[in-house]
């Protein structure tokens, strides 16, 4: 089963918005991380937050953790064309000693 | 220093041949990761090798599928028998230790005629 789900599934703004997306687990964690896909592109790390922490930027990204519901947002402030992609949240949890990812938030950035 | 490298990056296969796909993780990086990923799908977790040993394969398929990380070498992810069920794209993944920042290669589309 998925340990993260991310919402929405797609999500589509114009360019200088905001784009907004959550994730959901289910375990316990020690650490949530957050990956971006370009179509037919690998993975890559964005941004990762400990279960100890409840909010970390890094450039243009906001990520919080609430452990005690289970959820972290990632906040994607004045949005560019070029950020359009997938986002995924990752955790390691459900026996795995891996992480697993969500199924992602597809984000359309509108010029 | 280079990335991930996994090759080739698209493979064709016949119904009941072999697929075999090669991941050079980072240099200095002795945790490699395989994920599956189906069109407008998250990635699926399969299995987790550290150096010679198998980690984490319950994600792996029970039949035809199997993974390897040698000593020396690439790691090898082996599909026998191939179906069409198995086209997708197939990632390599790699990390120092642990599961901490995970760097990805380009993956290899794998498609069964």
């Known amino acids: 089963s998925q340990q993260g789900e991310e919402d929405p599934q797609a999500l589509s703004i114009q360019e200088g918005e905001n784009a907004t997306m959550n994730c959901s687990y289910k375990?316990?964690?020690?650490?949530l991380q957050w990956y971006r896909q370009n179509s037919g592109r690998g993975l890559v790390h964005l941004i990762l937050?400990?279960?100890?922490?409840r909010e970390k930027h890094s450039g243009r990204l906001r990520v919080t953790l609430d452990t005690s519901k289970k959820s972290s947002s990632l906040l994607i402030t004045a949005s560019r064309a070029a950020d359009t992609a997938s986002y995924f949240c990752?955790?390691?949890?459900?026996?795995?000693?891996?992480?697993?990812f969500g199924s992602g938030t597809r984000l359309q950035v509108q010029p | 220093n280079a990335g991930v490298m996994q090759n080739p990056r698209h493979l064709v296969r016949r119904r009941g041949q072999e697929a075999r796909l090669r991941c050079s993780p980072m240099?200095?990086?002795?945790?490699v990761y395989w994920y599956r990923q189906l069109p407008e799908e998250g990635l699926k977790f399969m299995v987790y090798?550290?150096?010679?040993?198998?980690?984490?394969e319950s994600g792996m398929p029970k039949e035809r599928f199997s993974a390897e990380f040698p000593k020396e070498g690439p790691s090898i992810l082996r599909i026998q028998q191939v179906v069409r069920g198995d086209s997708a794209a197939y990632f390599c993944a790699s990390s120092p230790g642990g599961n901490e920042k995970l760097f990805f290669g380009s993956g290899t589309q794998l498609s069964v005629l």
């Open positions: 240099k200095g990086h002795s945790h």
């Open positions: 990752a955790t390691i949890g459900g026996g795995r000693r891996a992480l697993t």
């Open positions: 937050i400990r279960s100890n922490e």
């Open positions: 375990t316990s964690i020690n650490n």
């Open positions: 090798l550290q150096k010679e040993n198998i980690i984490d």
